[in-house]
């Protein structure tokens, strides 16, 4: 293959197609994407990822390459459509220097015709656009109930494991990605199979920052040819879920080792005042109390919510943060005196039980309201 130096290579938009026996779809989608190139936009290329189709995939390929000199091809043992997009992206990011690259079957079930739409979204400052079949306006005309059925319960895993609930459809294979959110992405950690790396990949991308939309779609059936997507694919589907929930959770173990840090800065300082400050034991408390939460205020703005676009002052979030504090305290002691009075619960286990329903609390109420995630933010 005859790839120009990335140096000498000018930005371009880059469609990288999974092959797997395509031979009655590949001809026809490359022509149709090369036809949407529209002067003023960067030039297009297309990546073709084959995994040694045993029909004439391949070879309608380089047939079109004399009339596509950007008509790239690469070739490999199959894996799942996922190893396939990681190298496709890979070699793209490596060699044909994109601006944006495109994810999308070969099977003609993805319009090339809306790809000017797409790349509108992107100029408007949007970093993924997802070709999306479950947003007013989309559609799946031809799947069975059984098909849909799967496909919007594996949606909402998805959303609430990854906590990527503004996605609608986060398993769709259309969608247009600024390549510089790519070349951030954690390719490594990604599932290697069909659905689950598209879904994997998305929370990746949203975790990352990137700002998410989604552009409605008809999802018609293929044009020609058998599906490649099998039962192994929705296995790992759902073995890929808890990992996408882990994932998802670092935010949450953040603010519990900061709420840990709290309990070191409340206790250290009371002892300072009440031992070498000679501080009255009654006074202390409050100043230590109000010191932890201070650093615990500072700590999770600057550390555990960080990458969290939040819109409201400093002032207005140190004041929510102690309203879920206060909430927090008040639930942490009727949980201990329901468990220790009620239930009989020794008291240090009853005690322990408190403080783990109020974090909980304090968690999901500064997560939501304090720091609460803009639309399309980390
Ligand atoms: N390179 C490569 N491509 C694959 C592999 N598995 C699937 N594909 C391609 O990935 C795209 C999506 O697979 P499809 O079989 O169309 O999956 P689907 O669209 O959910 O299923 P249908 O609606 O039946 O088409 C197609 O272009 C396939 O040829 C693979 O293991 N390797
Ligand atoms: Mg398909």
């Known amino acids: 293959m005859d790839i120009t130096s990335e140096e000498t290579r000018k930005l371009c938009t880059c469609f990288v197609l999974p092959t797997f026996n395509e031979e009655e779809n590949i001809g026809q989608c490359i022509e149709s994407i090369f036809s949407h190139q529209e002067p003023c936009q960067n030039p297009i290329n297309v990546l073709v990822v084959d995994d040694n189709s045993s029909d004439n995939t391949q070879k309608i390929v380089m047939d079109l390459k004399d009339r596509f000199p950007e008509l790239h091809l690469i070739t490999g043992e199959k894996k799942g ?11 793209s990011l490596d060699h044909l220097n994109p601006e944006v690259i495109f994810q999308m079957d070969s099977d003609g079930q993805h319009d090339p015709a809306l790809v000017p739409k797409f790349l509108d979204l992107i100029d408007q400052g ?32 998805v959303r609430y494991a990854g906590g990527v609930r503004q996605i609608q459809d986060c398993t769709s294979g259309y969608r247009a990605i600024r390549a510089t959110y790519l070349r951030d992405c954690d390719l490594g950690f990604l599932s290697t199979r069909g659905y689950s790396f598209q879904s994997s990949l ?16 008809e999802f018609t059936s293929r044009k020609g ?34 709420g840990l840090s709290g309990v070191f800065v409340n206790l250290g300082i009371y002892i300072a005042l009440t031992r070498i400050f000679g501080l009255s034991e009654v006074i202390a408390p409050l100043i230590s109390i109000e010191s932890s939460l201070l650093s615990n205020f500072l700590l999770n703005n600057f550390w555990t919510f960080k990458k969290r676009e939040v819109t409201s002052s400093l002032y207005k979030r140190l004041l929510q943060f102690h309203v879920a504090s206060g909430g927090a305290a008040c639930l942490n002691y009727l949980t201990f005196l329901l468990a220790f009075a009620v239930l009989g619960i020794h008291d240090i286990l009853a005690n322990l039980i408190g403080i783990a329903v109020a974090a909980i609390l304090n968690y999901i109420i500064n997560s939501n309201w304090t720091w609460r995630k803009e639309h399309g933010s980390n």
């Not at 459509?81 to 070699?91: E, Q, V």
């Open 202 to 217: 998305l929370c990746e991308l949203v975790w990352k920052g990137a700002k998410a939309v989604e552009l409605p779609i």
């Open 126 to 157: 949007n970093d993924l656009v997802i070709g999306s079949r479950f947003v007013e306006g989309g559609s799946t005309p031809d799947f069975s109930f059984r098909r849909k059925l799967i496909s919007k319960i594996g949606n909402l895993l």
């Open 225 to 258: 040819g058998d599906s490649k997507l099998s039962i192994r694919d929705q296995v790992e589907f759902i073995l890929n879920i808890p990992k996408l929930g882990f994932r998802n959770a670092e935010d949450f173990i953040k603010y519990s080792v900061v």
């Open 81 to 91: 459509l996922g190893d396939a997009y990681k190298r496709g992206f890979a070699h």
